[in-house]
């Protein structure tokens, strides 16, 4: 129902007719938030209150002033039907009302929402902060703000029920990216307390490196190439011919040194013979770099076109319940088995195809690996 006060018919003021009504403001692609628009025949601009309840953009609907959900429309209804009192009422007060006016009155007459507080605060940082920087602080806050959930939460919310929101959130963050985003909204909360919006801040009761810190977790034991492929040949042969499919997989990974995608996308004509013997020559799909590994016919003799069935969850999960091990554990162990047979790190890098030889070290560092006799012949001779 199109909602418009006419002041002037009731109280014979002239200009002031208000038009109060119900907007959308798109927040995600399906999503919209519901704002009360404030309008006045005859004077520029408007004003927007956010009613902060997000909905569907299908369940709102603009020419009927309404929502959806009952309960919801109930809710934003009489946050409407406020402002319309209170503005009729400023209006039986004063003479000459403006928008102006409504604005100070609606704005005195709430709590600012951590949005608004937010807002005021990265205002005092503009001169301090560089602007793209604190474009990205902003940005950073305000969505940590919006998965916690804090925009329909009162401002004096208690620390424990704080704590226990920012937990929820903490898996979906680095410990370096959920540290920032504390600290930011730590600040947030110490400039409404200095700005008396809040008695206390919750952060006084909440031990934000405590918060932050992971249990330590135990390094997992190095599965060297040779121990896995004996559990893989041992696993095969227990296995029925419809079950062995993943450990054939699996095996062929391993002693390749191919990724998952690249088996799986793996081509019979990537396997080339020159001179009695086998390669496999294939760009690899992650970047597009060229990878020759040199195989033997039993290798050759494992692969099979129905390797491009295999899913990556069944096989990820094959790998963890029977090794605890993943995909990538089978190019680590491969790279770390050549290189302590004593190939060179070049050779190593392209079989794996990797663009350079320092990605090599990456994946098989001298930590993963024994040392070399002549290695060990280098460090005692140089003492």
């Known amino acids: 129902m199109k909602e418009l006060i006419y002041l002037k018919s009731i109280l014979n003021l002239s200009n002031s007719e208000f038009y109060v009504r119900l907007v959308g403001r798109k927040c995600t ?74 604005k100070k009155v609606l704005t005195s007459n709430r709590k600012p929402s951590i949005l608004e507080i937010a807002e005021r605060h990265f205002k005092t940082k503009e001169k301090a902060i560089k602007p793209q920087s604190l474009k990205v602080i902003k940005s950073q806050l305000y969505t940590f703000i919006r998965n916690l959930n804090l925009i329909n939460q009162p401002l004096t919310i208690s620390h424990n029920e ?9 898996s979906n963050y680095s410990p370096a990216s959920f540290l920032l985003v504390v600290t930011f909204l730590k600040q947030l909360y110490r400039y409404a307390y200095l700005n008396n919006y809040i008695v206390s801040t919750p952060f006084d009761k909440i031990d934000v490196r405590a ?9 997992k034991p190095v599965i060297k190439y040779n121990d896995i492929k004996e559990q893989l040949i041992e696993l095969h042969q227990k296995q029925s011919e419809k079950q062995a499919q993943l450990t054939q997989f699996a095996l062929f ?21 020159q001179n009695n013997q086998y390669f496999i020559l294939k760009n690899r799909q992650k970047t597009n770099v060229e990878c020759l590994i040199p195989v033997n016919k039993e290798i050759v003799a494992l692969y099979t076109e129905n390797f491009k069935n ?13 090794f605890d091990i993943t995909t990538h554990k089978l190019r680590h162990s491969r790279a770390q088995n050549l290189l302590n047979r004593g190939l060179k790190i070049e050779a190593v890098s392209r079989i794996l195809g990797h663009k350079t030889t320092m990605m090599t070290l990456h994946y098989a560092t001298i930590k993963g690996r024994d040392f070399l006799r002549d290695e060990i012949d280098l460090i005692i001779n140089s003492n």
Not at 56 to 65: A, G, L, M
Not at 310 to 322: A, E, I, K, P
């Open 310 to 322: 295999v899913g990556y969850t069944n096989y990820n999960n094959f790998l963890r319940d029977n």
């Open 29 to 102: 692609a399906k999503c919209t938030v519901i704002y009360i628009r404030i309008k006045k025949t005859g004077e520029k601009g408007e004003i927007m209150i956010s009613t902060r309840q997000k909905v569907s953009i299908s369940d709102f609907n603009p020419r009927k002033q309404t929502v959806k959900d009952n309960t919801l429309n109930q809710l934003i209804q009489t946050q409407k039907i406020k402002i319309i009192q209170t503005v009729y009422r400023l209006c039986i007060e004063r003479e000459n009302v403006s928008l102006l006016d409504v």
């Open 211 to 219: 918060l932050v810190k992971s249990p330590k977790k135990k390094p």
């Open 253 to 273: 990974q391993l002693q390749t040194g191919l990724s998952y995608i690249d088996v799986k996308t793996l081509d019979k004509s990537d396997i080339v013979e």
């Open 162 to 170: 704080l704590e226990k929101l920012m937990l929820n959130q903490k």
